[in-house]
């Protein structure tokens, strides 16, 4: 990182010791006889090290004509004089133009704070000085800089410098600099360092100033330098001056000044940095030093050096494209779409580890990056580098701007590339692709594929789209050219398109699709709405490290007791303790660490878009090691620390470009190796559960649950049945049913069957009636109807404690493709106005059925262990991959289980099922039925309505009536008469008693029975 003089670091406790004053000079020439003349500075430093004190004296000549503003922020000012005239002193002092050449001097001292090192400015102590901040009388503008100083005889120091010189006088090293060319502000560093050389060319020498402890790394930071230096070289133009030093420091910087780099002590170890790190910093020797940035036309040098350093060095290493897609994750995790920043808008960005700078840093070094890999691709390689060159040559040791820029890639490419250049650096937005295909057509003995590639911004971008078209066998690139809002394009093919990937390199700046972008650390970090929720009680005291650091964040904090589903609705959150009964209602029980301290990033399942954060620890002491380590792992999705250590980092995987499917080509099954019934059924001997799906009025399939009911039992008789059609409160009524203590007619009543299922009850009959033959257990699975219904209509924080009490507390919201596939069925099912928040409470609802029918299905196995279980539930509850299979293998790992499903002739994916059966297809014999829509009233069932073909009405039976018995069977109500309505059969005759009002005001009543044909 090119050094900047605003930017905040962060210090480390040193001891000090008193230094003698001495002197430096650092002596400058003009640049350009023709350049007008520029303020210069004089500056005299000492140090009293015990004391943690820097004194100076500065001396600045500013020409004739010219005003300055001179910044004395953060120094102690003695004395002040313009002209001789002595002032009060300010933070800032501002010089008119003068006719005359004018003079300021300044006497001043700094004291840093004791026992550590100055968060904005650096350090002074027995172990080393650094000052790479705001430690000097600093001009608003350009300044030729001379610097005198002393350090100890065992010091040796460094500054910006062409040459170093330096004598001892008793205990006193005088160094002396020599430097060409005029700088912002000084920076200046001194240690105890081990100091060795090699020639970099002629009249050029590589210097390496390592602390004794760590100078057996020197010699491979000299060899990788080296390479650095050759590489630009032969790439850019020649090294710009007579040195250049790799200088370790005790802070954690990672800064580039010109002549040398200044990385920190702790990131000097870190095995990676040679290869990534300290390339980017040799790189500023060109861009961002010898050839300045202007202020005025915006930072072009961050985005430029990360692109032909960081961005280079992973591409030959084969992993260009997943470089490029991190700088989009990075740039989307922190950059809002309401974002009003262009590349223009940025100046600079301090730390990478301070969140205020995520945003601005993003922009300048993800984004820019990106502009100028786009603008390789659009001029070609030769006039890219061409115009490099061109660049450096003309502008090194002067500040340019990106109009200076734009104009040598205009004249290497030999055209006007303003179009290109004034979309990427002044707009704020991105483009947001969205690919979309009609059905593939044949046309001329071959497909035709018809694609539309709409940009969803408001203003389209000039863009060059990448579009690979996926076969079986192979895979062709295109490249689209989009200018336009929308663009339609044809393509003939020799062979079916099983997929569409758009910019699958990473190859354009763009918003990523939903399905490319990971859940991350940093997506919470840079979140626009946030929320932490913490445990109450002792457990509240493991984070409160990481609570400060919240609150430091501006993160709102709620207790995660207090906290409902309606809280995660439109926002990403954080967990503390994955164990709250929130988490756990949404992502199941997570296992607590037993040592270390556990970050894992999800999708929000009810905010899509947002991530949801867990966070466990095992010990305070565990969160306050790892906590100020986070901000250095923002583009992960899981981390494990142990005593502050990383022990384990992954990103969870997502598309790799925009993926559209095209064609899923049919499934088959040959016949010679299709099973028998008998074959398959052998292969679930050893299932302990087999789930057999159903829809539910398809009267083959409950035929086809009964086939394996009966195979399942002849293999072994501990057999239970699980039926979705009973909710959990029937299990009583069922198992006294069992037993053979209740008729059916009794059974139906105290089950509620009809007002809690509803469906013919001759679909399940036979297959009731063999558990009971047999006494086999009838396992009641699901969750009370007025319970899902609430949830579905209020949502979970409407329940009361009594009816929460009946939940499962683990329910796994996020398991993946589960919402998308609830969403499909919303979208089929609701109204056209359904929203989020109705979605949102569908989604828990359909959850509800799946987490409470799992709980039943593995609380018997668990209480009868020798038993199995045949499942029977709507094809929807019995996905292998979505449902309640999975459900139950969370509760029971080492479960063995298989789905089947009865053949519907449609397609099916392979994750939804072990075994299709092909079953003939049965109807039902009709049922009888009176053809009437009735109300229970307390006299009876009302008939509010008769079918087009009532039976009923046929006979006279009319709207009103109110039935009072069946063939003299007793009807209270609508219950009662489905019941009796079993028994009875198409094309007989039932008596209907009923009772009908009438005359004036309905005040007469007489009862009626009344023959109806069936």
Not at 301 to 329: H, N, P, S, V
Not at 649 to 670: F, N, R, S, Y
Not at 919 to 928: C, H, I, N, T
Request: charged share 20%.
């Amino acid at each position: 990182m090119r050094k900047s003089w605003n930017r905040p670091k962060y210090d480390r406790p040193l001891l000090c010791l008193l230094l003698l004053f001495g002197l430096l000079t650092l002596s400058v020439t003009s640049s350009s006889a023709a350049a007008p003349p520029i303020p210069q500075q004089q500056l005299d430093i000492a140090f009293d090290l015990q004391g943690h004190r820097l004194s100076g004296t500065s001396r600045i000549t500013i020409p004739a004509q010219t005003a300055a503003t001179i910044s004395l922020a953060g120094l102690k000012v003695t004395t002040l004089q313009v002209n001789d005239l002595s002032l009060q002193a300010a933070e800032q002092l501002i010089i008119s133009p003068a006719p005359k050449e004018q003079q300021v001097a300044i006497s001043f001292h700094k004291t840093y704070a004791d026992d550590q090192a100055d968060g904005l400015n650096g350090l002074i102590g027995p172990n080393g000085i650094a000052l790479t901040g705001l430690w000097h009388p600093r001009l608003d503008s350009l300044c030729r800089h001379e610097l005198t100083a002393a350090i100890p005889k065992q010091f040796t120091a460094i500054s910006e410098a062409e040459e170093i010189n330096s004598t001892v006088a008793g205990n006193i090293r005088i160094v002396h600099f020599r430097f060409d060319h005029p700088l912002e502000g000084l920076n200046f560093v001194a240690g105890p360092y081990v100091v060795e050389q090699e020639p970099i060319g002629p009249g050029q020498t590589l210097y390496s100033y390592f602390f004794a402890e760590d100078k057996e790394l020197a010699a491979e930071y000299r060899k990788k330098a080296l390479a650095y230096l050759k590489r630009y070289q032969e790439l850019i133009g020649p090294y710009p001056y007579q040195r250049f030093s790799i200088v370790e420091n005790r802070l954690p910087t990672g800064y580039a000044m010109p002549t040398f780099t200044l990385l920190g002590q702790a990131v000097v170890r870190l095995p990676f940095i040679t290869e990534t790190s300290l390339g980017h910093e040799v790189l500023h020797s060109w861009f961002g030093n010898a050839v300045d940035v202007d202020p005025a036309q915006g930072n072009w040098c961050e985005g430029l050096t990360t692109y032909l350093a960081d961005q280079a060095f992973a591409a030959e290493a084969g992993a260009g494209a997943a470089f490029r897609k991190q700088q989009l994750i990075t740039y989307q995790s922190y950059v809002g779409a309401d974002s009003t920043m262009a590349i223009t808008d940025f100046s600079g960005a301090g730390s990478h580890l301070s969140s205020e700078n995520k945003a601005a840093r993003a922009v300048g070094y993800e984004k820019t990056s990106m502009v100028f890999h786009m603008l390789r691709r659009e001029i070609g390689n030769p006039a890219f580098h061409a115009g490099l060159r061109d660049f450096y040559a003309i502008f090194r040791h002067r500040q340019a701007g990106w109009q200076n820029l734009a104009a040598s890639f205009n004249k290497n490419a030999g055209r006007d590339l303003a179009p290109f250049f004034s979309q990427w650096l002044n707009r704020p937005d991105l483009p947001r692709l969205q690919i979309t295909a009609t059905p593939l057509t044949e046309k001329e003995g071959q497909l035709e594929l018809a694609l539309t590639i709409k940009q969803l911004q408001e203003k389209p971008y000039r863009l060059r789209l990448p579009l690979d078209i996926v076969t079986a066998k192979d895979k062709e690139r295109f490249e689209v050219s989009l200018t336009e809002n929308e663009t339609k394009l044809k393509i003939r093919l020799a062979d079916y398109p099983l997929r569409v990937v758009g910019d699958p390199d990473y190859d354009l700046m763009r918003a990523l699709a939903p399905k490319e972008l990971p859940p991350t650390w940093a997506r919470f970090l840079g979140a626009r709405e946030r929320l932490a929720l913490v445990p109450e009680g002792e457990a509240r005291h493991l984070y409160a490290p990481l609570i400060e650091l919240l609150a430091a964040m501006d993160c709102p904090i709620k207790g995660a007791n207090e906290a409902t589903d309606k809280d995660l609705a439109d926002k990403a959150v954080l967990f503390l303790g994955a164990d709250s009964r929130l988490a756990r209602s949404i992502f199941a029980g997570q296992p607590q660490p037993g040592t270390g301290f556990a970050l894992e990033v999800r999708e929000n399942p009810l905010a899509p878009g947002q991530i949801a954060v867990l966070i466990a620890s095992a010990s305070a002491a565990e969160t306050a090691a790892a906590a100020p380590k986070l901000a250095h792992y923002g583009k992960y999705s899981t981390l494990h620390f142990n005593q502050g250590r990383i022990e384990r980092k992954t990103i969870a995987e997502t598309d790799q470009g925009m993926h559209l499917t095209i064609d899923t080509p049919p499934m088959g099954v040959a016949l010679p190796q299709a099973l028998s019934f008998v074959a398959i059924m052998e292969q679930l001997a050893d299932r302990r559960v087999v789930y057999v799906g159903e829809s539910h009025t398809r009267y083959e399939d409950h035929l086809l649950q009964l086939r394996v009911i009966r195979a399942l039992f002849a293999q072994n008789p501990k057999l239970a049945i699980g039926m979705e059609m009973f909710s959990r409160e029937a299990q009583p009524v069922l198992d006294r049913y069992v037993a053979g203590e209740l008729s059916e007619r009794e059974f139906l009543k105290q089950s509620g069957y009809f007002s809690k299922w509803g469906f013919d009850y001759r679909l399940y009959r036979e297959i009731i009636n063999f558990a009971r033959l047999h006494h086999l257990p009838i396992v009641a699975l699901n969750q009370e109807k007025e319970i899902v219904s609430k949830v579905f209509k209020e949502g979970v924080s409407s329940l009361t404690a009594e009816e929460i009490a009946k939940l499962p507390t683990d329910r796994d919201l996020a398991l993946p493709g589960y919402r998308a596939r609830i969403a499909e069925v919303f979208a089929m099912h609701s109204q056209k106005d359904g929203g989020p928040e109705q979605l949102n409470s569908f989604f828990q609802a359909q959850a509800l059925w799946d987490e409470t029918m799992a709980e039943s299905v593995t609380s018997f196995l668990n209480a009868n262990p020798e038993s199995r279980m045949v499942m029977l539930a709507g094809q929807g509850h019995t996905d292998k991959a979505t449902a309640i299979p999975p459900r139950v293998a969370r509760r029971l790992p080492t479960i063995s289980q298989a789905v089947i499903l009865n053949s519907e002739g449609g397609e099916l994916e392979q994750a939804e099922a072990d075994y299709l059966i092909f079953y003939k297809s049965v109807e039902l014999p009709p049922a009888a039925l009176l053809g009437v829509m009735l109300a229970n009233t307390p006299e009876g069932p009302l008939v509010e309505g008769l079918s087009e073909k009532s039976k009923a009405g046929a006979a006279g039976i009319q709207a009103k009536d109110v039935i009072l018995a069946l063939d003299e069977e007793p009807v209270a109500t609508i219950d009662d008469l489905k019941i009796i309505m079993l028994g009875k059969e198409t094309g007989k005759s039932v008596t209907v008693r009923i009772k009908r009002k009438s005359g004036f005001w309905f005040k007469q009543e007489e009862i009626l029975s009344i023959p109806v044909r069936l």
